[in-house]
């Protein structure tokens, strides 16, 4: 059974720092690439960052782009997400993705608040 636990989210003040984990079961997460994306109210999901299986290879939305980097540990089957000089605009639920087994899997997300 697939899942995905994410972890880290928290009430941040602009410019401050967070470090998201998604924590993957039920698969070999080495064999596959993994996304962070996020949700803002009232908004569509959108894609942040994007892992390839051994991670040599990221890319990124142009919002977030040498703020956030992406990372994983294979052996912890484990992805991260380090996000830095958060603006309010970050503000938004983030979600762990992989593509396995022909369907997609999301996690139940956590909540990134950016505010003063």
């Known amino acids: 059974q697939v899942q995905l636990v994410e972890s880290g989210g928290g009430l941040v003040q602009p410019g401050g720092s967070l470090r998201l984990s998604c924590a993957a079961s039920?698969?070999?997460?080495?064999?596959?690439?993994m996304s962070w994306y996020r949700q803002a109210p009232g908004k569509e999901r959108e894609l942040v960052a994007r892992i390839t299986p051994t991670g040599d290879s990221t890319n990124y939305a142009a919002s977030v782009k040498g703020r956030f980097a992406i990372s994983r540990d294979n052996a912890k089957n484990t992805v991260y997400l380090q996000m830095n000089s958060l603006k309010p605009e970050d503000t938004a639920m983030y979600y762990c993705?992989?593509?396995?087994?022909?369907?997609?899997?999301w996690g139940q997300g956590t909540q990134v608040t950016v505010s003063s």
């Open positions: 039920g698969f070999t997460a080495s064999s596959n690439a």
């Open positions: 993705y992989v593509w396995v087994y022909y369907r997609t899997y």
